[in-house]
């Protein structure tokens, strides 16, 4: 059973930095594309960065590039986001998720075959 975790959310100021991570216990990391989305309150759940291990490509949103990095640790099985020079825009919940084998990496949530539970980011400005 493939269960994803997330951990390092928090409530931070606007400039500050937060490193989310995303423990993938049941499976191992070399058989997915690992990514993050996240969802404000009211929005659909959107995009935010992804991993593929089988080629170790990352993929981002628009815009977010230059502030968040997405990363891995094979031996441990998980997978970080780092967040900087965070924004108020960026409060939401992040959730970790993970796309088995992956002929192309998507960016569509409902295409992912599995999902943390969330982890709360609040930025105030």
């Known amino acids: 059973q493939v269960q994803l975790v997330e951990s390092g959310g928090g409530w931070v100021q606007t400039g500050s930095s937060l490193k989310l991570s995303c423990v993938l216990s049941?499976?191992?990391?070399?058989?997915?594309?690992m990514a993050w989305f996240r969802q404000a309150p009211g929005n659909e759940r959107e995009f935010v960065a992804a991993?593929?291990?089988?080629?170790?490509?990352?993929y981002y949103e628009d815009g977010l590039k230059d502030r968040f990095t997405i990363s891995g640790d094979n031996a441990k099985n998980t997978v970080y986001l780092q967040m900087n020079s965070l924004k108020p825009e960026d409060t939401a919940v992040y959730y970790c998720?993970?796309?088995?084998?992956?002929?192309?990496?998507?960016?569509?949530?409902?295409?992912?075959?599995?999902w943390g539970q969330g982890t709360q980011v609040t930025v105030s400005s």
């Open positions: 049941g499976g191992s990391l070399a058989n997915y594309a």
């Open positions: 991993l593929n291990w089988g080629d170790m490509n990352t």
């Open positions: 998720a993970a796309l088995w084998r992956p002929i192309v990496v998507v960016r569509t949530p409902h295409r992912y075959h599995y």
